[in-house]
């Protein structure tokens, strides 16, 4: 026997001390902090949080006129040696998640102790001058960035601090920071996207009143002063104001041309007893008309052409979301079209708003969104959600506004809006003028362009509601085309497998109770393929090829049919269906398509707004009553939801008008359209239940 030497088993327990390397700081500065100008407004959110009411960001330019310097100078409370030496000094420090507000109140906009390195992605070193209120002294730090290098580490770095006498200057803060063209070569667009960023960081909900940010740059005069947004973002056509509280109630003012038009108390936007799950949040939505019309106002307020006027709105245009009064980066931005507003009014033109017509904001705070979180990046929020909830709640909001404005604009013999270029091409607006410039008004040239341009007019308007029902109809015709295509060979090669399956089965002579399990799974399988056999069976009168095609077949099954094709949201919403038919077939000749397209569009309708005004899986009730009448038959279709209100019920059968917030609004514009030549639909308002009440009267062209 003898004692082993291995190391294994001769193992040391020890304890050591993590020593970050110096280069941790460049990596905060350089990696975590996105760019140069989130950099710029970390220092200045910094200089908010030190209860600051002004701050000044100055470019010092060298003999090239070329940015070598910049100076960041606040006069907030300042520093002592002791802040100094535990607050900037140490990095990650735990000082304001001690204290989530200033000693004034502010909620401070920085928690994590990392801002202050957004100097290390600005420059190669930062000198800083500190004082405190009624203070003879300050203190001085210098900060070189080139010491942190890869070879060292942290706690090697030695700073230089002095307390020294400061006579004449205020309390607050400046950080001079050098050698900012060795980190970045500064060019107009640079400074243009800087002052854009610093004029929206500021809520304009008015919260913060008391701090002002002043921008210099020498080399861009246009670019200095008092950094604001362009006076004509704040004269909006139409504006929407107020808040939604965690109810789910909407209360707020909308304005037209400044003054207000309209109020929302208690206005209901939720389902029944949905939240807001994101929490209770304001808002404020200025919107414009970017036709010529709706912008020469502000094109003669500001002496600017309409190209200018554009260009302005397109620079501010958009929503974004504010925190504790201030922006969170980058809602908001250009090109940031994060709730997808474009694809939203691409669907819908004349109803829905796109991006570059809105600049909209939304507040929150920690304190009644803490669901909403700040990515590690301090670039946007985490995409809980909660955070998709408030996409959902805002664009409700947003489509109370659009709604508004389409009930105020001109439809019938106003041009028509050249939203895409496929139409632009026929505005003859521009010719109109040059000639009743050049000509006069009663010059017979005038006259005729005048009246050639209403023609146009006219015919734009009629070739895009055709346009609209086209696409939609052909779409719908070749997505179900291809359904009924790609459905039919899986059904028959799925139902050949399992009979083979079966037979093989039967051949082997296996355990009976195996084979009884197996046979009880096969005729499940089978009878949940009879369905989708069935499905397919009823949406093949709607494919493309037949939907304008005449032929015979019953009235109730038709209705039925289309009933069964809502029943699993039906039975979802636990809706109770009451379903009253003529006791004999009603046999008609007709295309079906139609029938089904317009029975379809209402059961759709219910279904949605049943859920809305109960809540998700609540209830409710559809009533269908089918009459045969002389030369046809009418559909009464209603429902117990909140029903229309009545301003709004001749409305709903205009083209893109929608009440659901993301609603294409063509369904009953289309029923309208496609109904005409054989009867109406029309919204009655003396039913038996409280919502709707719609009758469906197919009077001609029915075989009837």
């Known amino acids: 026997m003898h004692e082993s030497n291995n190391v ?3 193992r040391e327990q020890d304890t050591i001390r993590m020593r970050p390397r110096a ?214 056509k139409y504006t929407l104001k107020g808040q939604i509280c965690s109810r789910g109630y909407l209360n707020a003012d909308f304005h037209l041309d400044g003054m207000i038009n309209k109020n929302y108390t208690n206005h209901k936007l939720s389902k029944s007893g949905e939240i807001v799950g994101c929490g209770a949040f304001e808002f404020e939505i200025r919107a414009w008309d970017r036709d010529r019309d709706g912008l020469s106002p502000l094109m003669l307020e500001y002496d600017m052409n309409l190209s200018g006027v554009r260009k302005t709105l397109d620079v501010f245009c958009g929503v974004s979301i504010y925190r504790d009064g201030f922006r969170v980066h980058p809602y908001g931005e250009v090109g940031d079209d994060w709730l997808s507003l474009d694809n939203r009014s691409r669907q819908n033109p004349t109803t829905r708003l796109a991006k570059n017509q809105v600049i909209a904001s939304i507040r929150t705070s920690r304190e009644t969104n803490p669901e909403l979180k700040d990515r590690t990046t301090r670039e946007g929020l985490v995409h809980t959600a909660e955070f998709e909830q408030l996409k959902e709640w805002f664009e409700r909001v947003l489509s109370v506004l659009e709604n508004e404005r389409y009930s105020l604009r001109p439809r019938e013999d106003a041009r028509p809006e050249y939203t895409t270029t496929l139409f632009e ?84 002579k296996i355990d009976h109770e195996i084979s009884e399990t197996l046979t009880k799974s096969f005729t499940s399988t089978l009878g949940w393929l009879e369905q989708i056999g069935n499905l397919r069976a009823r949406l093949d009168p709607k494919t493309a090829g037949k939907r304008g095609r005449a032929t015979s077949f019953d009235v109730t099954e038709e209705v039925l049919g289309n009933l069964n094709l809502y029943e699993n949201l039906i ?33 759709d309708n219910s279904i949605y707004w049943l859920t809305r005004h109960y809540g998700d899986g609540n209830g409710g009730l559809i009533r269908i009553n089918i009459v045969k009448v002389e030369h046809g038959f009418t559909i009464e279709f209603s429902d117990n939801g909140a029903g229309i209100p009545e301003h709004d019920r001749e409305k709903i059968f205009e083209q893109y008008y929608s009440l659901k917030p993301n609603g294409m609004g063509l369904g009953l514009f289309i029923a309208r359209q496609v109904i005409e030549p054989y009867g109406k639909i029309i919204y009655r308002d003396d039913g038996d239940l409280p919502g709707v009440l719609f009758e469906v009267s197919f009077l001609q062209n029915v075989g009837l």
Request: net charge negative; charged share 25%.
């Open 425 to 508: 091409a026929f505005d003859m607006s521009d010719v109109v003028k040059e000639a009743t410039s050049q000509l006069g008004v009663s010059h017979p040239v005038t006259k005729l362009v005048k009246v050639k341009d209403a023609d146009i007019r006219e015919g734009v308007k009629k070739l895009q509601a055709h346009y609209s029902r086209v696409l939609l109809a052909a779409g719908l015709g070749q997505l179900v085309d291809l359904v009924i295509h790609e459905i039919g060979a899986p059904l028959g090669r799925i139902n050949r497998e399992i009979i083979f399956i079966r037979k093989t089965i039967e051949k082997l």
């Open 8 to 10: 294994d088993e001769q």
């Open 23 to 236: 280069r941790l700081i460049s990596l905060i500065g350089e990696e975590l902090i996105s760019d140069e100008r989130v950099g710029v407004v970390e220092l200045v959110k910094n200089a908010y949080d030190a209860d600051a009411t002004e701050v000044n960001v100055v470019f010092e330019v060298n003999d090239a006129f070329v940015p070598n310097r910049l100076i960041v100078s606040d006069n907030g409370h300042g520093m002592n040696i002791e802040n100094v030496i535990k607050g900037w000094f140490e990095p990650g420090t735990i000082t304001k998640k001690k204290n989530s507000r200033s000693p004034s109140g502010r909620l401070y906009q920085g928690a994590k102790g990392v801002g202050r390195f957004a100097a290390a992605r600005l420059g190669i070193a930062m000198f800083m001058e500190t004082k405190t209120v009624d203070a003879s002294h300050g203190v001085t730090a210098l900060l070189e960035w080139g010491n942190f290098d890869d070879d060292s580490y942290l706690d090697q770095i030695e700073m230089t601090y002095e307390k020294t006498a400061m006579p004449n200057r205020g309390h607050g803060t400046v950080l001079t920071i050098e050698g900012v063209n060795e980190k970045k070569i500064w060019e107009e667009d640079d400074f243009k996207n800087l002052q854009y960023r610093l004029s929206r960081l500021i809520s304009p909900f008015d919260e913060i009143g008391d701090f002002k940010i002043n921008l210099v740059v020498p080399s861009f005069p246009d670019l200095s002063g008092h950094v604001e947004s362009h006076p004509l973002t704040k004269k909006p």
């Open 571 to 603: 039975r979802k919403q636990n809706l109770k269906v009451e379903f009253t038919r003529p006791n004999n077939p009603l046999i008609v000749h007709m295309p079906q398509s139609i029938l089904g397209q317009i029975v379809a569009n209402l059961i």
